[in-house]
């Protein structure tokens, strides 16, 4: 009878230890709870053309929406565009307010200690924009000028790295979008705007006249998508999905449409 009790609890103690084994093995593969949930919010800037910006109809609309809106169907998922201040982006991803950043963020060392990205998948430069009929024709002419760009940009960023331009210019203001920055140097109130190529250039061509950009740029950047750095499984399926975009031209006939070619990173 002892040696019977002994082996079911030999037996009991294996099958226990067999359990435990496999449910730590289950517990170290990703699990996407962004896919559990049924949809993915994105959090963006919602006057930053032409990545995500409202048209004459109130509706959000752009290059980034587009490629959000693909990748959600290929995914299976729904998607829900969330503007947010874009100052303080980075907190609302991490609180969960959001579940990515999907709106021409540049990629940087900074960033990357506070979240993760997707491969990237645009290369932007910042460029200098100045009105039409300025005699500002080289970032040396900044010297004793007042310069705009957006708050928490990675403009601001680019500009303080050339620190001899950053420290001739009178005055640097900050502006809660880009949109903003460009209607003060439109009137007159500041002097020149750094800006992310994308949407400058597409700022400009809407104004024709009203604007120029100088040949000089503060540098180059890549772009891509801002997840959790938790969310390992839902970043892999949205790599994955991005690349299948790219081979089949989906993504390419996208970028067409909102630059005229295609100017996605290979």
Do not use: H
């Not at 940087?108 to 039409?132: H, M, N």
């Not at 999905?241 to 295609?262: H, N, P, Q, R, Y």
């Amino acid at each position: 009878m002892k040696k019977f009790l002994a082996i079911i609890i030999s037996i009991l103690v294996l099958s226990s230890l067999l359990a435990g084994c496999g449910k730590s093995k289950a517990s170290s593969t990703p699990v996407n709870e962004i896919k559990q949930k049924g949809k993915f919010i994105v959090g963006l800037d919602d006057s930053f053309p032409p990545m995500g910006f409202r048209d004459e109809k109130g509706e959000i609309v752009g290059f980034d929406i587009d490629l959000a809106k693909e990748a959600a169907k290929r995914m299976g998922l729904e998607v829900e565009f969330k503007p947010v201040v874009w100052d303080g982006v980075l907190l609302s991803l991490k609180n969960k307010d959001i579940d990515v950043i999907w709106n021409g963020l540049t990629i940087t060392e900074e960033r990357k200690k506070q979240i993760d990205f997707t491969k990237p998948y645009l290369e932007d430069r910042q460029i200098v924009v100045v009105k039409g009929n300025s005699n500002i024709a080289s970032k040396k002419d900044l010297a004793g000028k007042v310069i705009g760009l957006q708050l928490g940009s990675t403009s601001e960023q680019a500009l303080n790295s050339d620190a001899e331009t950053a420290k001739s210019i009178k005055e640097l203001r900050k502006y809660s979008n880009n949109t903003e920055a460009l209607m003060d140097l439109k009137a007159g109130r500041i002097d020149a705007v750094v800006v992310d190529e994308i949407s400058g250039r597409y700022y400009v061509a809407k104004n024709p006249g009203d604007y120029k950009i100088l040949n000089e740029d503060f540098g180059k950047q890549i772009v891509g998508v801002g997840v959790r750095k938790e969310d390992t499984a839902f970043k892999e399926e949205l790599d994955k999905v991005l690349d299948e975009m790219k081979k089949d031209g989906t993504a390419a006939e996208i970028s067409k449409k909102w630059f005229g070619a295609d100017i996605l990173t290979k």
